[in-house]
């Protein structure tokens, strides 16, 4: 990619790593038109894609939203566990969840190529305070 493509991907990946919560691809581009008033959509979702392709970004599917990868590096998807009052998603990585799903799927002759899990709830911070 040029250094123009180099540098969009490095604003959008500041910017979501700014936020506390996951952004849309048009709560991006607000972010980037801060410092390039003329970026358009395309040029958001090229940035987007390629940060995923390069496992820095992970694409929300159910809230159609984008954070940065919390952790160093993985081959496997991640579990992402998203807190429905406060939104704050947290990453965890657990190659046996990835395994049994694609053995559960493959029984049927279905082939996985990609796991998008994503979990639903309410994080410490937000939930009952434990029992004594």
Known sequence: ???RGDLVQAEVLKALKAS???LSAYDVLSELRAFN?????PTVYRALNALIEQG???RLESLNAYMPCQCDSHAE???LSICDDCGTVEETV???VTEA???ITGKSGFAPQRHVI???GTCADCGPEPSS
């Open 37 to 41: 008033p003329k970026a358009a959509p």
């Open 56 to 58: 820095l970004v992970h």
């Open 20 to 22: 506390e919560t996951p």
């Open 101 to 103: 799903m694609s053995r």
């Open 77 to 79: 998807e991640a579990i």
């Open 94 to 96: 657990d190659p046996e």
């Open 118 to 120: 994503e979990v639903h």
């Open 1 to 3: 990619m040029g250094k």
